[in-house]
């Protein structure tokens, strides 16, 4: 069964650091897109970043350029997101999400972050 699972969320002061991890099992890990989504209580979720299955091939919305790093280690069924010098705007609950060859989507449960003084 295909599983994914968020880790590493938790409460940091703004400045902060978190790495989050997202495992996945019952894929072909290699063979699906993986992805960063957040969301607020009463706002859509929003994609934060996303890792290609060609050439670890990352991009990141606007926001978080230069302060989170995306990344991937296909011999492990994993998933990374480094966040560095968090802010109170990125408090959210964060999702792993994977997009298959055949156009399957699927999501994990998510982790909370918090950033707060």
């Known amino acids: 069964q295909l599983q994914l699972v968020e880790s590493g969320g938790g409460l940091v002061q703004p400045g902060g650091s978190l790495r989050l991890s997202c495992t996945a099992s019952?894929?072909?890990?290699?063979?699906?897109?993986m992805t960063w989504y957040r969301q607020v209580p009463g706002k859509e979720r929003e994609w934060v970043a996303r890792?290609?299955?060609?050439?670890?091939?990352?991009k990141y919305r606007d926001s978080v350029k230069g302060r989170f790093t995306i990344s991937r280690d296909n011999s492990k069924n994993a998933m990374y997101l480094q966040m560095n010098n968090l802010k109170a705007e990125d408090t959210a609950v964060y999702y792993c999400?994977?997009?298959?060859?055949?156009?399957?989507?699927?999501w994990g449960e998510g982790t909370l972050v918090t950033v707060s003084a």
């Open positions: 019952g894929l072909t890990f290699s063979s699906y897109s």
């Open positions: 890792i290609l299955t060609i050439g670890n091939v990352t």
């Open positions: 999400n994977a997009f298959g060859p055949f156009g399957d989507d699927h």
